[in-house]
């Protein structure tokens, strides 16, 4: 089973096509407070929990984040129907992307390395020779890892030659780039959202299912319902994500109820030549190397983590940025929706005034299935702007740089570019982000592209498919597009 398609994602799946069925019903707060017990009736087999009742306590709180409020403010007493009805009255989404579910969170165990009963108690003692911080002995002819002593860094692991030695790991925590989820005092997963930078891997690497977004689906369908003109802008990372063409889940969106529906993609069209032209002042003022602004995770990072290399991080806007802009000069009223493949986008349109809202591919697929459109039967209608091939190549890893040194060749600019992609943060990326503001210059090039997740937003946290089928489907539908940037250049 792919992690793309696992018991977690179901879940989450099920719950939030129950909410938007309860939304569209004639009593949403009613029908909100009923799903646990449709979900785990009396009598049901129970194989997750301890019972029904524990249970059902574990779907409530995944409806209160789907509802789009943080579990560690439930007082555990108010009425899901209380929660359906703030959420349907709500003008606003809560600051903070992200909550855990205590209930879910198993507790693990803290991260260690231990030695297994497959240690031999061998003559050359490799773990032992190899640790530099004293913490291997030899007890009973076998040895023995001191945990006061021991820093986790796994080098016994790599010298053992039975692979006797195991490290336990915390999943959350493990992928966390900037150190960001620990346990608090009962022993649960807390995020420290003074570090967080919203790249969603917690969300993916729980295998409890215990970290998840905020849901806004109820916001957005309270607007529609509103009948305010709601314009939805989807990441071209979709191409990747439905069995379909991408014209006929532009036509599945107007049916939804939005008003109109913009790809994204033409706002990396903005961002490719917006970059370029930063680029080119850049290496003329004899500037090492330039890094991409386009990943929100990214940054979030530098504002956060790192703001030794923001002077080499281009002041460009991402492709949501001015798409956002694009909508608003069109319909200064109208409501914005972001569609999105990760978490970061959420954070991001927190800052941007114009953008409104923002759900997930996750959350559009469930609409679709609760409001029962069959995607596939629906006629095909295109975009008012068609975007290129590179605009629409943005969430594969390397896609951005790309576009940017194609740019620069179709408008005759004599300037090398020599890309170095970054496929993906992790704490050894990061240190490699900082040498490279630390000395002033990229040993592998001058046009540093970051991408928070491995592959690209294709990667990110919401993905409904494998990686490697949807990049294949996003080269296809990129095929379609513009051969290269210029219709967007000369429009500019």
Known sequence: MSTNDNQIKHLK?????????????GDFEENARKIPYAMRPKGCEVDLRCCVHKERAVI???????????IEKDDECTLLSTYAKGAAERQKPDDEILTVLQGACKGCVPSSVYVTDLCQGCVA?????????????????????????????????????YSAIAKIIVPCESV????????????????????CISCGKCISACPFGAIHEKSQIVDVLSRIKEGKNVVAMIAPAIAGQFPYPVSKVRTA?????????????QGADVTTLTEAEDFKERMNEGQAFMTTSCCAAYNELVKKHMPEIKPFVSETGTPMYYTAEIAKKKDPDCITVFVSPCSSKRKEALDNPNVDYVINFEELGSILVAMKIEVNNLEDTEFEVKSSKEGRNFPLSGGVAEAVKSALQYKGENIEVHPCVINGLNKQSIRDLKNFAKNGKCPN???????????????????????RKAQKQITDYANEGEAVVKGTIEQK
């Open 60 to 70: 409530r709180d995944r409806i209160v984040a789907g509802l789009g409020y943080p």
């Open 176 to 195: 966390c780039p900037v150190d960001a989820i620990k346990k608090d005092e009962s022993g649960h997963a807390k995020i420290d959202f003074s570090k």
């Open 13 to 25: 799946r099920e719950i939030l096509i129950r909410i938007t069925e309860a939304f569209l019903s």
């Open 253 to 265: 969106l107007l049916k939804i109820g939005f008003k109109d529906v913009l790809e994204v993609a």
């Open 445 to 467: 090039g001058n046009l540093v592209e970051v991408m928070s997740c491995e592959g690209g937003c294709v990667g990110g946290n919401a993905a409904l498919i494998a990686q």
């Open 125 to 161: 003692r490799p773990c032992k020779t190899t640790c530099r911080f004293g913490a291997i002995s030899i007890v009973n002819g076998k040895s023995h890892i001191d945990s006061s002593k021991c820093k986790n860094c796994g080098m016994c692991i790599n010298a053992c030659p």
